[in-house]
């Protein structure tokens, strides 16, 4: 399957279906998230999310985006991928793609998020603060991660 994957740059009529991978993936791995919580970040990702980062989505050989990835600012805001296509290589190579091609060494992770935590970890970054609120100030905690490299200088 790793083969048939490309990278692109989303178009906006790709947002629809980036919101469909975003809050699949969201329900799947942050089942600590209430409903309602849920549907309004759903309309910030919509909104104002999508727009405040450089995309970049994984699509498979029939153009079905598979998952997706947002940077700024030498940053990770958002990496999500379908939950029918978690483990099968596309999470890595949006976050190498993020790494290698638009400089981003830092990210945040939610810590009730285990399963994201674990992979970032296993991607070659390291814990370098926490912070007990999300980024808007609910009591979800956040890992704050920096890629591991002794040339790399503090995140953000």
């Known amino acids: 399957m790793q083969s048939a994957l490309t990278l692109q740059t989303p178009h906006l009529s790709d947002y629809p279906k980036l919101v469909q991978v975003w809050e699949a993936s969201v329900r799947a791995t942050h089942d600590f998230l209430p409903d309602a919580y849920i549907v309004l970040l759903r309309d910030n990702v919509l909104g104002k999310y999508l727009d405040a980062v450089m995309l970049i989505c994984c699509k498979d050989s029939r153009q079905r985006i598979l998952g997706f990835a947002g940077v700024a600012s030498g940053r990770v805001d958002m990496l999500f991928v379908g ?33 994201a935590v674990g992979f970032y970890l296993h991607e070659g970054f390291e814990i370098t603060g926490r912070s007990p609120t999300d980024g808007l100030g609910q009591p979800y905690p956040l890992l704050h991660l920096r890629l591991k490299a002794p040339t790399l200088s503090h995140c953000g």
């Open 83 to 115: 939950p029918e296509h978690r483990g099968k290589g596309v999470g890595k190579r949006l976050l190498h793609y993020a790494i290698d091609e638009l400089n981003a060494h830092c990210l945040d992770v939610n810590e009730q998020n285990p399963q």
